[in-house]
């Protein structure tokens, strides 16, 4: 089976900083991976060039075979790649209703019947529905910015660090609607966050100074203690 | 009563027109973060190109949809080959941007001569009303008419529309626009070609106005322009009509109680707004 998403050796920059060295991996239909790594790795790096945000100055980008490594990003993403970026990147100056409205490229009853369904999904953006996205509390953006991602008949959700900042009670949600739309979707997750990358993830990937350094399935990194903090830091229980 | 039903039309057509220049140049500025000194030679080719057209078909629509429609084009160009480099670059923004005026506006020396152009209102609103004695300019209510079906044109546009909406999303993010799939580049040639146009615009109405064009026309409106969007709040639509309504009715009012100091008016309305609200009336890019 083809990977839906392949990245082949891909540098990047940011200014004169060279940020990707080389980062490889490989995502099947239907898997949920986890790019995992220290801070400054390169992990929202990596996100942010396959979507074309930051320009891949070497390898190449792949997205159901096609190439995505020149297009500028919202050509890239069109080719079916939602995006929920570690800010939320809600606008603050429209509405729940008009976020959602610009997010969704077509007014089909396909995509209508996304839109409600991501609104039954979740009620507190339903019940906001017409107010300014500017009085959401941080886990309600992070909803719409979800709900943003799953409005789109999206081939792959990139999705950067969904639990930082949240209350813990809220990252539970978070964890919880991420389980839910995994049977769905194909996810590239991006988390500090172990306990909930260790929930959601399939396989993953390490990302040291970046570089891909390391991958396996999340059972493998979860047994075994060395791994985990020889290249995350962690201390488990 | 009657001098106070005169000094507001007058006052609400010149700020109809400010208008018509201030809003697509805070526009420009709130979305696109370009401080654009093309405005004024926009202004000035509106102008040109109205009489041009005018003089060769007779009809004032024809005119104006020509001076509008030349705006926008050059607006495009210029966005293309001379902003897109340098979105972001404040300083290179007012150079070129300057140095663009200069250009164009001996070009349109260039093409239409050194000399002032005689414009005639067109017959159809040359008139006058008196209503109880009040003499009423029927171009003056044009202008008056225009400038709000061009204010609740924009006010739509901005607030009803997807158009609108990828413009308020672009103010905060542009990166995240194009991460939705959005090429936010279109939308930006878009805003400056319309803002452009409307500069255009605001030149073609104001000729027939003061009965003439000529090439130096462009820079006090432009300078007049900026004070608008100071005085409004940089970036804020609602701040450049507000803003342009009160530089309107106070011209108009002191130069008739008190003609000494109407040429200081815009800027000593600029300063007590300065000193004691610096963000402008309806603004908050400053302060940010």
Request: charged content about 15%; some cysteine; glycine content about 10%.
């Amino acid at each position: 089976m083809d990977p839906l998403l392949k990245l082949d050796n891909v540098s990047s920059f940011i200014g004169p900083f060279h940020i990707l060295q080389g980062v490889s991996l490989e995502v099947y239909p239907g898997e949920a991976i986890v790019i995992l790594g220290r801070n400054g790795a390169g992990k929202t790096t990596t996100l942010r060039t396959i979507i074309g945000l930051v320009a891949a100055s070497d390898g190449k980008i792949f997205l159901d075979n096609v190439d995505l490594t020149a297009m500028p990003p919202y050509h890239a993403v069109r080719q079916g790649i939602g995006f929920v970026p570690e800010d939320y990147g809600i606008f603050d100056a429209l509405t729940v209703e008009e976020n959602l409205l610009i997010a969704m490229w077509q007014q089909d009853q396909d995509t209508l019947d996304r839109r409600d369904h991501v609104l039954e999904l979740f009620t507190d953006l339903k019940e906001s529905y017409k107010r300014l996205a500017s009085t959401l509390s941080g886990g309600q953006r992070q909803m719409l910015s979800i709900a943003r991602a799953l409005v789109n008949d999206n081939k792959v959700i990139l999705i950067d660090e969904p639990s930082k900042g949240l209350a813990p009670i809220i990252v539970e949600k978070v964890r919880d609607t991420l389980l839910t739309f995994k049977q769905k979707k194909t996810i590239v997750l991006v988390e500090q966050n172990f306990e909930m990358a260790c929930a959601v993830g399939d396989r993953y990937y390490i990302v040291t100074e970046g570089q891909t350094v390391l991958d396996g399935t999340i059972k493998e990194l979860m047994d075994d203690e060395e791994l985990q903090r020889k290249h995350l830091g962690f201390v488990t229980a | 009563m009657h001098i106070f039903l005169m000094l507001l039309i007058n006052g609400l057509a010149e700020g109809a027109l400010i208008f018509l220049m201030a809003a697509g140049l805070s526009i420009i500025l709130g979305l696109l973060g370009v401080v654009n000194f093309t405005h004024g030679v926009l202004f000035i080719w509106g102008g040109y190109v109205s009489i041009w057209i005018f003089n060769m078909t007779g009809s004032f629509p024809i005119a104006i949809i020509a001076a509008v429609a030349a705006g926008f084009i050059m607006g495009l160009i210029f966005e293309r080959l001379f902003i897109r480099p340098v979105y972001g670059n404040v300083t290179a923004q007012i150079l070129i941007t300057l140095g663009l005026g200069v250009v164009f506006t001996d070009m349109a020396r260039l093409f239409w001569g050194p000399n002032p152009i005689p414009a005639s209102r067109p017959e159809f609103m040359d008139g006058t009303w008196i209503i109880d004695s009040v003499i009423i300019s029927q171009y003056r209510i044009f202008l008056i008419i225009i400038g709000i079906l061009v204010a609740i044109g924009i006010n739509y546009l901005v607030n009803k529309t997807k158009v609108g909406m990828v413009m308020r999303a672009g103010i905060q993010s542009p990166d995240m626009v194009q991460a939705l799939g959005i090429n936010i580049k279109v939308y930006f040639a878009g805003v400056f070609a319309g803002g452009a146009a409307l500069a255009a615009l605001g030149g073609a109405l104001y000729v027939p106005l003061v009965g003439s064009v000529w090439s130096g026309m462009g820079i006090n409106n432009q300078i007049l322009a900026f004070i608008v969007i100071i005085l409004g709040g940089m970036g804020s639509f609602y701040g450049s009509a507000v803003g342009s309504i009160i530089i309107g009715l106070t011209v108009a009012f002191v130069s008739w109680f008190y003609p000494p100091l109407t040429v200081y008016t815009t800027v000593l309305l600029l300063l007590l707004v300065l000193t004691l609200k610096p963000e402008g009336l309806f603004g908050m890019a400053v302060r940010n």
